[in-house]
């Protein structure tokens, strides 16, 4: 028998043409956003908050919505398809029997699944006559994306950035500029509301929470500027399913089907991206697929409460109705940022809710997840963002469980980004300073 590939690769024209809309093959009608029950309607407002195409979209019960052939072209210059790799040195490594397979969204040129709606976030706003896109961001990466898309589209961009993670994201700050971007650290003195904030405590953690909140203020206040969001709503987790759609081609290659599908999650983008067309097949076809999100005990909003709240801080959105932790509640900043949002996508919550998806949440000190993503580099050599870390650990926790039961589960798991900005958190978090100080020839032990 030949020996299986290492790397299944898409051809250019095997890239897909339509986006995923799982709204129509939910198991029961999504909740739709809601008002509260005082102040003015946010449901009404919505079509002032977001890209027309967007909110289009976001309501649509189309399964299938098409890609713009411009847009499919900006995908491809974005390096689409991505390769999924099996993991064949980490497999023997672990010695563990399960079939270990991982999609490469870290061949990002930004370093990050957030590539795929950001450019078609900045493409629709382009085409409805917008100048500018206002936007948070918590690791970095999404604001880092927009301001990729927004220049390759001939936009401007403004970004708030959680405080908390601006002050030692160094590079990063400098990529975004080089960009073209305009960036503040979040709470700032630019919005009202960020500023009411910031008076108070000039070193505010801020939170992605009062980030989207500054850069929903920022947008309301300029008729040529359009809020992007990262994240959590239906249209941005559509956009992702590029990245299941192609993972599942992949796997008809290689003649295998996923038994468990693993991504991390912090408000539900990268894992929908990933998981919805499986969930797909689950839905309507009869496959039986495990879903785990990988999540962190600083933000796991999957445990938290299936009830309508806010998304943002302010109180400028809809309630959607999602698991959450509350969204004033304050969370311990993590190296892994990007996982640190109160709230859960509606779609992901409503799968939750129904048992469909399972979820774990690691450690706040993060060593254990950073740890295994160091076998995971010392084996299969890519550098993870924080963030996949989690899904890498998540996957190596459940191909060690197989292999002490002796199951041959095929683990597929998505690789959301690359940590070439990130070596400094996990410098800190596996104490490498410390032991390069305590001795001459560090770290081989770890
Ligand atoms: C590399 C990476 N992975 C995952 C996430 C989590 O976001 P989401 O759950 O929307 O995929 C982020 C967020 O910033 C990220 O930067």
């Known amino acids: 028998m030949a020996a299986p590939s290492r790397q299944i690769s ?3 024209d095997e890239l897909p043409t339509h986006w995923y809309n799982i709204l129509p093959d939910l198991p029961e009608p999504l909740p739709p956003p809601m008002d509260p029950d ?37 995908y491809l210059q974005a390096g689409r398809p991505r390769p999924l790799f099996r993991a064949l040195s980490l497999e023997k490594a672990l010695g ?88 503040h650290a979040s709470p700032s003195n630019r919005t009202a509301f960020g500023r009411g904030l910031w008076e108070r405590d000039h070193n505010h953690p801020g939170s992605l929470g009062i980030a989207i909140s500054e850069g929903l203020e920022d947008a309301q206040s300029d008729p040529k500027a359009v809020y992007s969001l990262g994240s959590v709503l239906n249209h941005v987790l559509m956009h992702q399913t590029i990245i299941g759609l192609e993972t599942q081609l992949q796997y008809a290659k290689a003649g295998d089907y996923p038994d468990v599908v693993i991504s991390c999650l ?9 998981a919805l067309p499986f969930v797909g097949d689950v839905l309507t076809k009869g496959k039986k697929v495990r879903f785990i999100a990988a999540q962190s005990q600083a933000a796991p909003n999957l445990q938290g409460e299936y009830r309508y709240d806010f998304a943002d801080h302010a109180e400028i ?39 469909i998806i399972d979820t774990i949440a690691y450690p706040a000190d993060e060593r254990h997840v950073f740890e295994h993503a160091l076998t995971f580099m010392r084996t299969e050599g890519f550098l993870p963002a924080p963030e996949s870390a989690y899904s890498i650990c ?27 900005m990130d070596i400094e958190g996990y410098r800190e978090v596996l104490g490498m300073d410390a032991a390069e100080r305590a001795s001459p020839s560090p770290f081989l032990g770890i």
Request: aromatic share 10%; hydrophobic share 40%; proline share 4%.
């Open 10 to 12: 898409l051809d250019v």
């Open 38 to 74: 005082h102040g003015p309607s946010r449901v009404a407002n919505l079509p002032n908050l977001l890209i027309h195409a967007c909110l289009a979209q976001e309501m649509s019960t189309e399964r299938w919505i098409p890609i713009p052939d411009e847009l499919r072209q900006l």
């Open 96 to 183: 563990t029997p399960a079939r270990m397979y991982y999609k490469s969204e870290f061949f990002s040129p930004t370093g990050s699944h957030k590539v795929n709606t950001a450019l078609a976030q900045a493409f629709y706003a382009r085409e409805e006559g917008f100048e500018r896109l206002t936007t948070e961001t918590g690791a970095g990466q999404w604001g880092t994306a927009l301001a990729y898309a927004a220049a390759l589209c001939g936009l401007k961009c403004t970004v708030y950035w959680v405080r908390a993670v601006h002050s030692w994201k160094k590079a990063r700050l400098g990529y975004m500029q080089m960009l073209g971007a305009d960036v």
């Open 266 to 274: 912090g408000g539900g983008s990268n894992f929908g991206g990933f």
């Open 317 to 355: 959105t809809p309630l959607l109705k999602m698991y959450t932790l509350g969204h004033t509640t304050a969370m311990v900043p993590i190296k892994g940022d990007g996982l640190r949002y109160h709230g859960c996508s509606p779609i992901l919550s409503l799968l939750r809710h129904r048992g």
């Open 394 to 420: 998540c996957a190596i926790d459940e191909a060690l469980r197989c292999k002490e039961t002796g199951e041959r589960e095929t683990i597929a798991f998505n690789i959301s980004g690359h940590g070439f």
